[in-house]
T-cell receptor, first 112, second 114 residues
């Protein structure tokens, strides 16, 4: 198993600003994943972050809007840039176990 | 592409009632199937899983059987408790994808009343 810590747990931000979310894992992992959970909706994968290479983004998500860093095997950040109210969501960090995935508690973002 | 469809909520039950949350999937090959649970104010937790056809996953009184013929993975519990109130997500990973990318259903909110 893996223990994942995410910061901040919640934030309220002004539109047009950016927020960086941090994800720390208690063990070294090759891949980390970032998901978005919009209000009342399911989780959608934003991107996969590999250490030492560019993140791989899913359809509908772009690096300019969601830049990701992966400086080492236990840490990653996701930035939500130039925010609008439509970015209000829960953002979750995840790592893969042998079969299942483990998740952080999420960052609840409200853009006003 | 691969997808997961689960019954819409919210579902409201009385304590000790029987629970079924339907989940069907579309995928190429043989995906691994999961139920995740999100308790109020907490992160997603794995509830149970099944990695091949006819497997039954079980945990905390919940069960789900991987039915390839009906492409389903319905969640059941014989007697729910108030503490089971949460949002339940059905999910899959494509075959060979070791727990990495998950495709989720829309989630079903369960509320159990005393």
């Amino acid at each position: 198993s893996a223990v994942i810590s995410q910061k901040p747990s919640r934030d309220i931000c002004q539109r047009g600003t950016s927020l960086t979310i941090q994800c720390q894992v208690d063990s070294q992992v090759t891949m980390m994943f970032w998901y978005r959970q919009q209000p009342g909706q399911s989780l959608t994968l934003i991107a996969t972050a590999n250490q030492g290479s560019e993140a791989t983004y899913e359809s509908g998500f772009v690096i300019d809007k969601f830049p990701i860093s992966r400086p080492n095997l236990t840490f990653s950040t996701l930035t939500v840039s130039n925010m609008s109210p439509e970015d209000s969501s829960i953002y979750l960090c995840s790592v893969a176990g042998r079969v299942e995935a483990f998740f952080g508690q999420g960052t609840r973002l409200t853009v006003v | 592409g691969d997808s997961v469809t689960q019954m819409e909520g919210p579902v409201t039950l009385s304590e000790e009632a029987f629970l079924t949350i339907n989940c069907t999937y579309t995928a190429t090959g043989y995906p691994s199937l999961f139920w995740y649970v999100q308790y109020p104010g907490e992160g997603l937790q794995l509830l149970l899983k099944a990695t091949k056809a006819d497997d039954k996953g079980s945990n905390k009184g919940f069960e789900a059987t991987y039915r390839k013929e009906t492409t389903s993975f319905h969640l059941e519990k014989g007697s729910v408790q108030v503490s089971d109130s949460a949002v339940y997500f059905c999910a899959l990973t494509p075959r060979g994808n070791q727990g990495g990318k998950l495709i989720f259903g829309q989630g079903t909110e369960l509320s159990v009343k005393p």
